[in-house]
């Protein structure tokens, strides 16, 4: 795989729903409420683009804080979607422990915005779906 290329597999589960994801070495699955007809066997997509977001940010920042020697005991990022004028809003709710100024507090939350996937996620990004040839069931 080439530098800075992410890749992921989706795949169709067995469920009504649910979607096996395999990330490089891990499985995942991801499924919707049993509402809308899923068997709710995992997070919706939704929920993990979210966490997604989330866990950047935390990451971001817990990198930016151990480079320059501040004291971050605990990160944690709540992620809602949220509705503001029509426009749906990925709204991160940012807690920060440890011994910090309200300088530093403030550093940190501006490095959490520039994480990749908040950066992803603000700018158009062009998505191309490609059909691959027809899967057909051979003759044994």
């Known amino acids: 795989m080439a530098s800075g290329m992410a890749s992921v597999t989706v795949s169709s589960n067995g469920s009504p729903l649910g979607q096996a994801i395999a990330i490089r070495q891990f499985h995942l699955t991801v499924d919707e409420p049993t509402e809308i007809g899923g068997d709710d066997q ?3 997509p939704t929920e993990l ?3 997604a977001l ?3 940010k935390a990451i971001t920042i817990r990198l930016y ?3 320059k020697g501040w004291t971050v005991d605990t990160v944690a ?3 809602t979607l949220e509705t503001v004028e029509n ?3 990925m709204v991160a709710h940012l807690t920060l422990g440890g011994d910090l100024t309200e300088t530093q507090r403030d550093r940190l939350r501006e490095i959490g915005d520039r994480c990749p996937v908040h950066r992803l996620l603000s700018q158009a990004t062009a998505i191309q779906t490609l059909l691959a040839p027809a899967v057909t ?3 044994a």
């Open 42 to 44: 995992g997070p919706t």
């Open 49 to 51: 683009l979210l966490a």
């Open 54 to 56: 989330g866990s950047c």
């Open 65 to 67: 804080a151990e480079r």
């Open 77 to 79: 990022v709540a992620v």
């Open 87 to 89: 426009q749906p809003v």
């Open 137 to 139: 069931p051979t003759d």
